[in-house]
């Protein structure tokens, strides 16, 4: 199975952007998946999840992010709004069979994608 990440790229503060993440596998709804994100010198950290019939995000982002999963594409997005500087990082999708928005939140996911590249100019 391989989860691919795409649809970084650069922006200005207050811009929108959305990344994608398709998953290759016959069994793609039983999955929970996850945003992750690391910024320079920092270390990797949560941003959102989806599984079950729920969603999670990071305070950070509340309001702004939006997860959300496309079965019949085996495809997760994050739509990203209001995006501000201190959320420029490298993204990472992930995933975990049977796993809820919150274990997705607060377990080491099984599965990781290649990361995309997110700039927020000021």
């Known amino acids: 199975v391989q989860l691919q990440a795409s649809g970084g790229g650069l922006v200005q503060a207050g811009g929108s952007l959305r990344l994608s993440c398709a998953f290759s596998?016959?069994?793609?709804?039983?999955?929970?998946f996850g945003w992750f994100r690391q910024a320079p010198g920092q270390e990797r950290e949560f941003v959102a999840a989806?599984?079950?019939?729920?969603?999670s995000y990071v305070d950070s982002v509340k309001g702004r992010f939006t997860i959300s999963r496309d079965n019949a594409r085996n495809a997760v997005y994050l739509q990203m709004n209001s995006l501000k500087p201190e959320d420029t990082a490298v993204y990472y999708c992930?995933?975990?069979?049977?796993?809820?928005?919150?274990?997705?939140?607060?377990?080491?996911?099984?599965?990781w994608g290649q990361g995309t590249l997110v700039t927020v100019s000021s």
């Open positions: 989806a599984g079950g019939s729920s969603t």
């Open positions: 992930a995933a975990s069979a049977w796993a809820t928005a919150q274990e997705m939140g607060v377990n080491p996911p099984a599965l």
């Open positions: 596998t016959r069994t793609f709804s039983k999955y929970g």
